[in-house]
């Protein structure tokens, strides 16, 4: 299955990141991003080079990408699920899908970590 992230900018946006040494916190659009996308895509650092959240790794429906259901997945270290919504509530199926996976997972969102 052929993803592309096309318009969809959340992690550059939702999840913190370490830039070239300065840290880009959660939910605050990185200072690179501009309307079309990363503005310094070709020497980004290498964890947005690697990042891929799992809608972009051929999960779910087109209406889960994170730009459309205001929810991003990934795989974490130590075989980790780690989640990041937009709002006071994460999209009801993907939540679902998370806690029933049976590994271990980390959700933030409307201010809050949680641990299952
Ligand atoms: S959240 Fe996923 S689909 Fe959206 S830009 Fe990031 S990697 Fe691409
Ligand atoms: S450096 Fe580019 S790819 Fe990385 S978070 Fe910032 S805008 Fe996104």
């Given at each position: ?8 900018q959340?992690?550059c ?11 880009k ?15 310094i ?9 690697e990042?891929?959240c ?6 779910f429906s ?8 205001g ?8 075989n980790?699920?780690?989640?990041v919504f937009?709002?006071d ?20 969102g409307?201010?809050?970590i949680?641990f299952?």
């Amino acid at each position: 299955m052929d993803r592309r992230c096309g318009d969809c900018q959340e992690c550059c946006i939702l999840i913190e990141a370490d830039i070239f040494g300065k840290p880009k916190p959660a939910d605050v659009p990185c200072w690179n991003l501009c309307k079309k996308g990363c503005s310094i895509y070709e020497s980004r650092p290498d964890p947005c080079r690697e990042f891929k959240c799992f809608w972009l790794r051929g999960h779910f429906s087109e209406e889960h990408k994170p730009n459309k259901s205001g929810m991003i997945i990934w795989g974490g270290k130590g075989n980790r699920l780690c989640a990041v919504f937009k709002g006071d509530k994460p999209h009801k199926g993907l939540f679902d899908w998370l806690i029933t996976q049976g590994l271990p997972v980390v959700i933030r969102g409307a201010g809050r970590i949680r641990f299952f």
